[in-house]
C-alpha cells in the first residue's frame, strides 16, 4: 500500500514537474484571453498641402464588461436605446467596445480617447490601395477554461505598430474636398471632379457614398465632346473644309442629322464647333478617314489606361476597331463621339 502511494506522488510530482520545464503544454494568448480592438490606424493620407486628410480626429470609446458595476453606469454615458442594444451584446458573456459622444465620470466602465479616421469615398478608393495598418491597440481580458471572462480583470491594453507620421501625400486639396462634398451630398448620381488646368492633378473627387459604380474614375460616353479630337485630327494633317449644313447628311442608306435637324447653313471648323453641328462632322470624318481620326485620338489618351495609385488602373475608355470603322457609316457616327462599341472615356 505504501509503495502504491509513494509511486503514484512520484508519477504526479514528475508529471507536473514535466509539463512545467518541457513547454509542450504553454496555452497560447489566444486561448486564454478575448481581446477587443480600441483603434485602428491606416496609412496617413496627406493632401497636396500636407495637411491630414485622415487619422486626424479623437473619439472617446468605452469597454463595458458583463457585470453588475458596469451596468449600472451605463445610463451615465447611453441612451435608453443604446443601452437596450448593449445589454443584447452583454447576454453573450463578453465585453463590448462602443463610441460615445460626451464624457462623463465612471468608476467602472473604462474610457479611452483614441485617434479616428474619416471615412469619405475618396479615402475609401485610396485606402483600397494602400491598405497597411500601422497602428493598432487593443484590450485583452483573461478567460478562464471555458472561455468565460475572469471576475475583476479590468484588461490588458496592448499597442502594435508605430503612431508615426509616414504615409501618403495626393494631389487633391482638402478643403476643396471638403467644399465639394459639402456641395454634393444630397447628390443621388453622377460625380464631382475637380483638375488643375494647368498640371491635370486632381484636387477633388466625389461619387455618390450610396452608389455601387464609382462613377468619378469609370468612363462615360464622350458623345459631341469627340468632335474636338476629329478637330485636332483635321488641323494636324493640314485639313480645312468648309460645308453647307442643311440639317442632315447621307451616308449610304442612312441619313444623319444635327439636332432638331437644324440648318446650320456654311460652317468651317470653328462655326461647326461652336454649332456643334453633327453633319459637319461627319463630313470632315469622311474625308480624314479611320487612320488619322484614330491615329489623333490614341496620342490624346483614348484607347489607353492610367495607374492613378497602386493596384489601382483607369481606363481612358475605348475605341472602333479598324475593322468597325471600315464601315463609312460608323466612321460617320464616329465623327461626332458615337458608334459600336461605344465611344467612351474617363
Known amino acids: 500500500m505504501l509503495s502504491a502511494v509513494v509511486f503514484l506522488f512520484v508519477f504526479a510530482f514528475g508529471r507536473i514537474g514535466y509539463i512545467i520545464f518541457s513547454g509542450n503544454y504553454t496555452v497560447s494568448s489566444g486561448h486564454n484571453s478575448y481581446g477587443l480592438t480600441l483603434s485602428e490606424m491606416k496609412e496617413t493620407v496627406y493632401d497636396c498641402n500636407m495637411r491630414k486628410m485622415n487619422n486626424n480626429k ?37 465585453p463590448v467596445v462602443k463610441e460615445i459622444k460626451n464624457y462623463a465620470s465612471c468608476d467602472y466602465i473604462q474610457i479611452f480617447e483614441e485617434t479616428a479616421s474619416s471615412s469619405t469615398t475618396l479615402l475609401k478608393l485610396v485606402q483600397k490601395s494602400y491598405n497597411e495598418t500601422v497602428y493598432e491597440k487593443k484590450i485583452n481580458f483573461s478567460v478562464d477554461a471555458k472561455g468565460r471572462i475572469l471576475d475583476g ?6 499597442e502594435n505598430g508605430e503612431n508615426n507620421k509616414k504615409g501618403i501625400a495626393l494631389t487633391v486639396n482638402s478643403k476643396i474636398q471638403s467644399a465639394v462634398e459639402e456641395s454634393a451630398k444630397n447628390m443621388k448620381s453622377g460625380a464631382v471632379v475637380v483638375m488643375d488646368v494647368n498640371n491635370a492633378d486632381v484636387l477633388a473627387l466625389y461619387t455618390d457614398p450610396d452608389d455601387y459604380l464609382n462613377r468619378s474614375l469609370m ?13 485636332a485630327a483635321a488641323s494636324e494633317n493640314n485639313v480645312s473644309l468648309s460645308y453647307e449644313c442643311t440639317g442632315s447628311i447621307t451616308v449610304g442608306d442612312t441619313d444623319f442629322s444635327c439636332q432638331k435637324e437644324k440648318a446650320h447653313g456654311r460652317q468651317g471648323v470653328k462655326e461647326a464647333l461652336a454649332n456643334s453641328c453633327n453633319c459637319y462632322f461627319v463630313n470632315l470624318a469622311l474625308n ?5 481620326i484614330l491615329q489623333t485620338a490614341q496620342k490624346l ?29 460608323q466612321l460617320a457616327l464616329l465623327g461626332f463621339g458615337q458608334g459600336e462599341p461605344y465611344l467612351n472615356s474617363a
Not at 153 to 158: C, L, M, N, Q, R
Not at 288 to 292: P, R
Open 153 to 158: 480583470d479590468t484588461g490588458t491594453v496592448i
Open 301 to 329: 489618351g483614348f484607347g489607353s489606361s492610367v495607374n492613378i495609385m497602386p493596384n489601382y488602373t483607369v481606363s481612358n475608355g475605348n475605341l472602333p476597331s479598324q475593322q468597325a470603322l471600315s464601315s463609312k457609316g
Open 288 to 292: 480624314l478617314g479611320k487612320d488619322k
Open 58 to 94: 479623437n473619439r472617446l470609446i468605452a469597454v463595458v464588461r458583463p457585470n453588475e458595476k458596469c451596468l449600472a453606469e451605463l445610463k451615465l454615458l447611453f441612451s435608453q436605446p443604446e443601452i437596450d442594444e448593449i445589454m443584447q451584446e452583454l447576454s453573450k458573456g463578453y
Open 219 to 231: 468612363p462615360y460616353s464622350v458623345g459631341s465632346v469627340f468632335k474636338l479630337v476629329v478637330a
